[in-house]
Every structure is written in structure tokens, then in C-alpha cells.
């Protein structure tokens, strides 16, 4: 069977543990996808370096190379911040006794839809955010797919989970 990112697993580590997950950042050498993520983030940041950078965790076995990748990014782009959303994320915040173990490496955690609180980490106008919504309304209605948030400056986005 081929290792993908979408069905990982990793004997020696357990996404279970957040201190697996701490190591794993330190150590992004060590992950089976350092080459793939070296190559696709150095070509994606070589023009600028992002002042914000977000990532989308939605699956138990896509968090141990995830937080390697925060690893590399936090290695690659040391002043950006970090913010992490997706299923996994929502579901770890909706847990009543959730404590952040990941404080100092992801700057920001989103629960749910991100959009709203990602314009906010942003510090974008409440006008982009009506103008988003109505185009992304649009472009349901005709079929065209939701808006790139790529366009927006200095911030990259990156889904390699696909």
C-alpha cells in the first residue's frame, strides 16, 4: 500500500499526543513528506514571505505531517503567523476541557467556518467580508466554486491535503 498524506500513519508517533505532535514540528527533517513540503513551500514563499499563513487540519491522519509542515513553515518563515482551522481543530476547541498544548506554535485556532474570524486575524474590512459572501453565494448559484483567497496580499494559502 502507498503512504499518502490523506492515510499517514506512523508507528513511532501518535497523533493522539500532542507532545508527539510539539516533536514533530521541532523535527520536520524527520517526516517522510520533508522533501515535498521543502520543495512546495520554498517555491510558494520564495517571491515573499506570507505575514499570515493558514492550514486547514481536518483528519486524524493528516496531524502528525501537518505539524511537521507548521515546523517548516515556522523554520522558513519565522514572523508569520500561524493559524490553524479545519474538522480536527473544530473538534479538539468544542471539547469542553480542550487546553491549547500547541500555544507558541500556532498563534490562532479556528472552530467552525473560518472565514469571519480569519478576516478578523487579518484585520480586513467588514466590506470585503459582505462582498466574499456575495460572491461566493454567486458562484454557488451558477456552479463557478467559491472565490480564490490567494488574490488577498501577503497572505498564502496552503491545502496540500487534498
Partial sequence: MAVGLANYQDFSLSPLRSS??????EQPETSPFYGYFMERLSAV??????????????????????FSM????KKL???ARLVLGG?????????????????GLVDNMVAGPGEDPLLDILGLPTCLRVLSSLTARQAAAT???????????RVVSILPFQ
Avoid at 508527539?20 to 514540528?25: F, M, V, Y
Avoid at 456552479?143 to 496580499?153: E, I, V, W
Fill in 77 to 79: 518563515c519565522p514572523d
Fill in 45 to 66: 514563499f520564495e517571491d515573499k514571505e506570507p505575514s499570515v499563513v493558514g492550514i486547514s487540519l481536518n483528519y486524524l491522519s493528516q496531524a502528525i505531517p501537518t
Fill in 143 to 153: 456552479g463557478a466554486g467559491a472565490p480564490s483567497a490567494r488574490r488577498r496580499p
Fill in 20 to 25: 508527539d505532535l510539539i516533536r514533530t514540528s
Fill in 87 to 103: 474538522g480536527l481543530v473544530t473538534s479538539w476547541l468544542s471539547n469542553p476541557g480542550w487546553r491549547n498544548p500547541f500555544d
Fill in 70 to 73: 507548521i515546523g517548516l513553515i
